[in-house]
């Protein structure tokens, strides 16, 4: 197994269980416990983990997008708010829009009218939400559950048959160098197909994320419409992003182009 799909399976395990031991590790990936610890120091290092005596522990329990427990995290709730108030506006009547798997596009989900939309959408609280509203046609791709994701060849083959006008992306970390970054690459292949697809890519990231570099990148700056984010962004970090040629909308009345 190679290092990064290591890590990935130490991402995975962290994210169900909350925290982990380097026996259990080594036991679960077949390595020895020096390998897991040199692992584990590497993650630490991206800012993804903290060590603890005899294992790790995650670093921030709602950071990745993917929702481990039964019901959404509401950390950073007032920012997620603020994202999601900015990006209804830019959904209008009989759009066809997706909205990919994570917390704050559950918000979004949470705000969208009970009105003629097709939303396209792998999250299954996002899926939920959206149930009861019976004028928004509600499209479901195939494939196999990934926490509360669905993923899969089956999902991505379906993604690129669709005309989806406008695709809200949801991200583990955004860099100027980097671009976006999530730490599995399960759901790297229904993201792209996301990006690839839609008329506008626009990504709903808090301003915590900024400057962050998770295990895998999956879109560069260049491909995307446009960045919402809350106002907590300061206005240098957001100017570096528009610099990069990149639109981006910092929440409440702060924008930068």
Known sequence: MSPIRRHERIMEVLLTNKEVTVAELSDKLGVTGKTIREDLTRLEEQGLIVRVHGGAILAQSDQFG??????PLTKHADEK?????????HIEPNDIIALDGGSTTLEIARRLNNEPL??????????SELAAKDNIRLVVPGGYRVRNMLAGPEATSYIQQLNIQKAFISATGIH????????TGDLIDFKRALIETAREVIAVINHHKFGQT???????LSELTCIITDSG?????AQQYSNAGVSIECGKDQNSK
């Not at 993917?66 to 019901?71: D, V």
């Not at 962004?233 to 970090?237: D, F």
């Open 214 to 220: 998770a295990l895998r990148t999956f879109a560069s």
């Open 81 to 89: 708010a603020d994202i999601a108030n900015r990006a209804v506006q």
């Open 233 to 237: 962004l300061p206005a240098e970090i």
């Open 118 to 127: 097709t939303v396209i959408t792998n999250d299954v609280y996002i899926i």
């Open 66 to 71: 993917i929702l481990p427990s039964k019901e």
């Open 176 to 183: 100027p160098e980097h671009g976006l970054s999530i730490y």
